[in-house]
């Protein structure tokens, strides 16, 4: 019986241990690209879906669970987030227009697929990217940026919200 006193307390202790470790980092990746034949941006965006569902969450009297949601319900509340999180612009005080073109749904995340028009004259955008943050304090946003065979990588977190991109 001292046994088994023992053991509920550890099975408990062990249990917290493997959810603190499963999601231990709040992060988000941006895959950006460039296109000038459309001369637009090519956005995909990794988001892990619990952080997602929290996010869709606030302000909500119910939680929302993104499998339970259809496409039609599922995606103006993602295209809102974006409109509201990533802030893409080519002049001061405007912001670019997203198009929500899909979405891929992994194991625990979910890859969002977006696109930006660009002015001809454009050689970098202004990104500010606050994916999270407000949840999350120790949220990274990681931005990978690929344009006129340049790589560049930029990391986005609480204080450094904004940033220039060229091209």
Do not use: C
């Amino acid at each position: 019986m001292k046994f088994f006193r023992f053991l509920l307390p550890l099975a408990f202790l062990l249990t917290s241990a493997l959810v603190a470790w499963a999601h231990a980092y709040h992060a988000s990746i941006m895959e950006l690209r460039f296109n000038p034949g459309k001369q637009r941006l090519e956005v995909a965006l990794k988001v892990f879906i619990d952080d997602l569902e929290k996010e869709l969450s606030n302000g909500k009297p119910a939680p929302v669970r993104t499998d339970q949601l259809s496409r039609t319900q599922l995606d103006p509340l993602l295209l809102e987030l974006l409109r509201r999180s990533v802030q893409f612009s080519t002049r001061p005080g405007t912001t670019l227009p997203l198009t929500l073109v899909g979405l891929q749904k992994e194991k625990d995340a979910y890859w969002l697929y977006f696109t930006a028009p660009l002015p001809a004259s454009a050689t970098g955008v202004t990104l500010r990217h606050q994916l999270l943050l407000e949840l999350f304090p120790d949220q990274m946003n990681i931005v990978n940026l690929e344009a006129k065979g340049q790589k560049q990588s930029l990391l986005f977190r609480d204080g450094e919200v904004q940033q220039q991109l060229k091209w």
